[in-house]
């Protein structure tokens, strides 16, 4: 990994300058923007001389030129790299559906549904438009550009994005689907998505957020996701995000729980250049539980790094977070995770797993468990592992009849299934399955297994 410090904010500031420009000041959030652009313009890129960058190389992305993705979001490009998308995605599931083409809302292929009491499902830019004090009172309230230069970009140069809120005591029973596709084409280019997710209490709530890139040009993502769950409120977030070689995808997703609530996140992810997925969650009420799952799979140069944070700050809360990675070829991969315990938060019980299965001897990774506890009366455990195909229950599976491709096949799917298992729309964990299952039957590991 490359130490020195990554350089090229002056093509971002431009486009920053540019987007204020085309907005001439207009509000709202104009002042949330100005200052996420001076925070950008401090902070920069981060470099591995940061301790939660050491491993991971943001100087690709610091120097390449990317610009800001234009429209139109509903071209026949767009038609059809979405119709694909979809299908890969989502299969034939009939829910609410918000399409976002380089980061902008596509009206003609998204299907939002009827309005409903109580339950809105949109974009954010219209949300601002119909109801700015709602909005300015939650965005950057998570995410708030203190440490992370790539929050603060995003809040400086968003367009669009997702807006979801459920009103108290609604139950919304279909998942409602998301898809961010960025169509890659010749030239560099970036979008700055930002969804906005707020349960208010006693309601419940299923997230599909995804992300697709179609074509072979350089493509930079830049996501940001504030998720609100007011008390006794229940949510449920899955994300998928499927990109090619050449893209490069940094991702945030910050939640904030009240009193009594339960949430879930489930982050699946495989391709890209280099993918960061940062995950905070803050459990900021009595007897609330949250759980964090996800499975990384990472092959040829590609690199995976995946920071979790869950901040226990209440007491009597509970976490359960579980990560397996798959690594091929001359892949690296990250896992940090950290269970921080705050000093009024008693009765905690938290526990934490990373595993890692490695296809070939080339695959690299540098796994982190941490615990920081600061109460005396909590139950918080944690650990990790980093290992190869069983050879002993390969042999096992041979002597049984089934050839060597095949139990490795088998051994290596059961353990991604562990994950993908935890999915619950049904057509949402069958794709997942057919995804993992086509990714593994193209890895280079899996090939050598072969007799």
């Known amino acids: 990994m490359i130490t020195t410090a990554s350089t090229g904010t002056d093509s971002y500031l431009t486009a920053i300058g540019d987007l204020e420009s085309r907005m001439n000041g207009r509000a709202p959030l104009h002042a949330l923007r100005s200052a996420a652009r001076e925070r950008f313009e401090d902070l920069g890129f981060p470099t591995t001389r940061n301790e939660e960058w050491k491993y991971t190389n943001a100087t690709p992305i610091a120097r390449t030129k990317f610009a800001l993705a234009a429209g139109p979001a509903d071209s026949d490009l767009a038609r059809s790299a979405f119709e694909a998308a979809r299908v890969r995605l989502f299969g034939e599931m009939d829910s609410p559906l918000l399409v976002f083409v380089n980061g902008h809302y596509s009206e003609p292929l998204s299907t939002p549904g009827s309005p409903e009491a109580g339950f809105t499902v949109g974009g954010l830019s219209a949300a601002l438009e119909r109801d700015p004090s709602f909005i300015e009172a939650r965005i950057g309230r998570l995410a708030t550009s203190d440490d992370q230069g790539f929050s603060a970009l995003n809040t400086a140069l968003f367009q669009d994005g997702a807006f979801i809120h459920v009103a108290r005591g609604r139950v919304i029973e279909a998942p409602v689907r998301i898809l961010y ?70 991702a945030s997703l910050l939640i904030r729980q009240g009193q009594s609530t339960n949430f879930s996140s489930h982050s699946v992810g495989m391709g890209g250049a280099i993918v960061r997925n940062g995950v905070r969650a803050l459990l900021d009420g009595e007897g609330s539980e949250s759980h964090l799952n996800g ?32 690594l091929d070829g001359s892949s690296t991969g990250v896992f940090n995770g950290k269970i921080f315990v705050r000093q009024d938060a008693q009765k905690t019980d938290a526990r934490q797993t990373n595993r890692n299965l490695l296809l070939s001897n080339s695959a690299v990774i540098d796994t982190k468990p941490q615990l920081e506890i600061f109460a005396d009366d909590v139950k918080c455990t944690h650990g990790a ?22 139990a490795a096949s088998l051994l290596t799917y059961a353990f991604a299934s562990e994950i993908v298992d935890r999915v619950r ?26 007799e």
């Open 181 to 250: 596709l960025s169509l890659a084409l010749s030239e560099p280019t970036m979008s700055h998505p930002r969804t906005l997710i707020v349960a208010d209490e006693h309601s419940q709530l299923t997230v599909v957020e995804s992300y697709a890139v179609f074509g072979d040009g350089p493509c930079f993502t830049n996501a940001v996701t504030e998720v609100f769950v007011d008390d006794a409120a229940v949510v449920d977030h899955y994300k998928i995000q499927q990109d090619q070689a050449s893209s490069y995808h940094i």
């Open 385 to 406: 592992t980093v290992g190869q195909l069983d050879e002993e229950a390969i042999f096992y599976l041979r002597t049984r009849g089934i050839p060597r491709a095949e």
């Open 295 to 326: 499975l990384y799979l990472a092959g040829g140069h590609q690199h995976v790094d995946n920071h979790t944070a869950i901040d226990h700050a209440r007491p009597n809360c509970n976490s359960r977070e579980i990560y397996h990675g798959i």
């Open 425 to 450: 729309p049904k057509a949402i964990r069958e794709r997942l399955g057919e995804s993992v299952r086509s990714w593994l039957a193209g890895a280079e590991g899996m090939q050598g297994k072969r």
